[in-house]
């Protein structure tokens, strides 16, 4: 018999770990859950995290090095950018369109309002301290903390990405620009890592079904502790603000992607999300960009096509700093909760909003929960109350899921689009998700 393909594997583990954890809250077995079958999910995470570094690292290295001249890692390094701005941009605006024409936040009674800011204002706090040390800054604080005092503090903290990528980036500049003979052995050696690297990954891989049902079931029973309804209740409170956010979301990943991957990329639309099928459901179960990545490029290099020297260096990076369903769940959140509290917010506000949202979105780290912290350096900027986040926290690990889920599809579409303009794609004949 045909072994089933991993991406169904992993579909089955995902709905068996939402029923087992549905399951398992309705007939009390909520603590057996959290001390056998959770501790799985968090080895699976952490599996894929302990290799989020060293793969950054070295495939950034060596995808700099095999760009082998400076003028052209300056073009390809600001067609990627730039194509990163402009698909962040759209996201935010597309989710400021979205929150004013359906202006979820209006649908609060006043009661119920003040029900939430009590009922969360503790959980609020501590993400508003995170904010308070932001806030006391300087302005070019941001620009600082790119760089990083000691290389090995760096690589010892996965929020600390953007640090690493700018060692990698100096690193490969330098690698290219020694003597031929004397980067050889240094090239030979990043290039083997990687390989290493990547089969790591293959490995670990191989255990994601277990993972992510490990991992959902955990999530569902948090969610819902030993009533099942009080979630659902909660969920339906709040439903209307999710699906405005998802509906944003629904439109970068079935339109405005397809859009530019199919005219610029030049791949079919099926195509294009068979290929990337995997990705997407890790992204969706581990909420993490980082985590996903290793998967995100294999499916890009293997069933997309897209050759090792644009992946290798367009990936990674779009990993940390590309997160366009981020910045459109920002900009909704944020403009939702300046409607809850009745505020209005004018168009200069709203500006203001599509700037901070785009850089928040840049500084998110592809970890789980981010995007929430960066959203009160938002609210800040536009005078919103932060309190307000309290609102929004109950479903917000659900809209990571799905906004994870979105940042990885665009990077993946940059990919294609910078792999085409730069004429680095090879033919797939067999899409391998394995
Ligand atoms: N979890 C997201 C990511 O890793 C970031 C966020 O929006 O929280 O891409």
Not at 31 to 41: E, S, V
Not at 115 to 131: I, M, V
Not at 172 to 201: C, S, W
Not at 369 to 393: D, F, N, S
Request: charged share 15%; hydrophobic share 50%; glycine share 8%.
């Amino acid at each position: 018999m045909r072994k089933l393909a991993l991406h169904w594997q992993i579909l089955i583990g995902m709905t068996l770990g939402v029923l087992w954890g549905m399951f398992a809250s309705g007939f009390g077995l909520v603590t057996f859950t959290l001390d056998w079958i959770q501790p799985f999910g968090t080895i699976f995470i952490n599996l894929l995290k302990v290799i989020a570094v060293p793969l950054v690292l070295v495939s950034l290295i060596t995808g700099v090095s095999s760009l082998s001249d400076i003028s052209r890692l300056s073009r390809i390094g600001s067609k990627t950018i730039g194509i990163y701005l402009f698909t962040t941009v759209l996201a935010v605006s597309l989710g400021l369109v979205l929150v004013n024409i359906f202006e979820p936040g209006k649908a609060f009674s006043p009661e119920k309002r003040e029900e939430f800011r009590e009922q969360f204002a503790n959980t609020t706090s501590e993400k508003s301290s995170d904010a308070e040390t932001v806030k006391e800054q300087g302005p070019l604080q941001p620009l600082v903390d790119i760089v990083p005092g000691n290389i090995f503090g760096a690589m010892t903290d996965n929020g600390k990405m953007l640090q690493v990528i700018f060692f990698a980036l100096l690193f490969g500049i330098a690698l290219i620009t020694i003597p031929p003979d004397k980067a050889q052995p240094v090239n030979d050696f990043f290039e083997g890592t990687n390989m290493v690297i990547l089969r790591m990954v293959d490995f670990i891989m191989k255990t994601a079904p277990y993972g992510v049902f490990a991992l959902l079931a955990g999530l569902v029973v948090e969610f819902a502790g030993n009533d099942p309804g009080s979630a659902a209740e909660l969920l339906l409170v709040l439903g209307y603000y999710c699906i405005v956010v998802v509906l944003g979301l629904a439109i970068l990943i079935f339109i405005v992607y397809p859009l530019l991957f199919t005219t610029v990329g030049k791949i079919k639309y099926k195509q294009f999300y068979k290929a990337i099928f995997p990705a997407q459901m890790l992204a969706f179960s581990t909420s993490s960009s980082a985590a996903t990545l290793p998967v995100t490029m294999e499916c890009a290099e293997r069933n997309l096509g897209i050759n090792r020297e644009i992946s290798s260096f367009v990936l990674p990076l779009g990993a940390t700093i590309n997160m366009d369903g981020t910045s459109l769940y920002q900009s909704v959140a944020a403009v939702f909760i300046a409607q809850a509290y009745g505020m209005h917010l004018d168009l200069m506000t709203q500006l203001g909003i599509v700037m901070t949202a785009t850089l928040a979105s840049i500084g998110a780290a592809a970890v789980p929960g981010a995007g929430v912290v960066m959203l009160v350096i938002v609210l800040q900027q536009a005078g919103i109350p932060i309190e307000g986040i309290a609102l929004i926290l109950a479903p917000d690990r659900l809209l990571d899921m799905c906004r994870t889920t979105v940042n990885i599809t665009g990077d993946a579409t940059v990919a294609a689009m910078v792999a085409r303009t730069e004429g680095q794609m090879h033919p797939v004949t067999e899409i391998r998700v394995e």
